[in-house]
């Protein structure tokens, strides 16, 4: 397949406010390619191994490669080593999959199509993320994953979600819940982390991107030493409440 255009316009008077990113109301990808091979279809079930995808929607969201071993059919897509880089991120999922009642779920994808990844070593970038929560735009946090996630765009858990900064000085594994995606206003967090490890200085960069106003230097406190803990959150993405208990060979800092 190549140069292919696909359209999907939701025409419903129930729609998701759009703020930006991806427009799930109204889905126009282009510059399809696809090289595929090993196609059949048996017992109501296609398969096949697609080696190359690539293209581009309307919003920007361009992924350069996308490669796996797929079957569809009887209200579910599984996708096996599906690899996927995009202009910023590099995703490796051994299993993805797509859970649905009929064709007719796709045209209310974000909260009729259950999805469900597990997340090999890869590396993801909050400016990938931001098509999909546009609030995020302008967050260039970056770092390795790993774990698994679990339900609708609009509501899904994710599991010993494993985060280790490139800018060094911040790890952590999450669990937790996010719901109201892509509707930023409503947008919430409700999350856990355990093996917190951080330094001052790469928790202010990881701050820093959070933050539109300005850049967050803690550099400056307890230069070089390593804190230990564990942290909650809850809330919508622009009204976060967090507690968290860290420790170091200095004392215990709530």
Do not use: C
Not at 195 to 203: I, N, P
Request: charged share 25%; hydrophobic share 35%.
């Amino acid at each position: 397949v190549d140069n292919m255009g696909f359209v999907l316009v939701n025409r419903s008077t129930n729609k998701t406010p759009y703020h930006g990113g991806i427009n799930w109301n109204d889905l126009d990808i282009k510059d399809i390619h696809l090289t595929a091979k090993h196609l059949r279809f048996k017992d109501g079930i296609m398969y096949g191994k697609a080696e190359k995808l690539s293209f581009m929607e309307k919003s920007g969201f361009t992924v350069n490669e996308m490669s796996g071993e797929t079957r569809v059919g009887r209200g579910k897509t599984v996708i096996e080593n599906l690899k996927i880089k995009d202009t910023w991120s590099d995703l490796n999922l051994p299993v993805f999959s797509m859970s649905y009642a009929n064709v007719d779920s796709f045209k209310e994808f974000i909260s009729q199509v259950q999805l469900h990844g597990q997340i090999a070593p890869s590396v993801l970038d909050f400016r990938t993320i931001a098509y999909f929560a546009s609030q995020l735009k302008g967050n260039s946090l970056k770092a390795d994953i790993s774990g698994s996630m679990t339900g609708y765009i609009d509501d899904f858990t994710v599991s010993d979600i494993y985060i280790d900064s490139h800018d060094g000085g911040f790890t952590t594994k999450v669990n937790g819940r996010i719901t109201g995606i892509p509707d930023i206003y409503r947008m919430r967090i409700d999350a856990q982390t355990k093996e917190l490890r951080l330094t001052a200085e790469g928790l202010g960069k990881f701050i820093s991107e959070w933050s539109r106003d300005k850049e967050i230097d803690l550099s400056d406190i307890g230069r070089g030493t390593i804190f230990k803990g564990k942290a909650y959150a809850n809330g919508l993405l622009n009204n976060l409440h967090a507690k968290a208990t860290l420790t170091s060979d200095a004392g215990e800092i709530r």
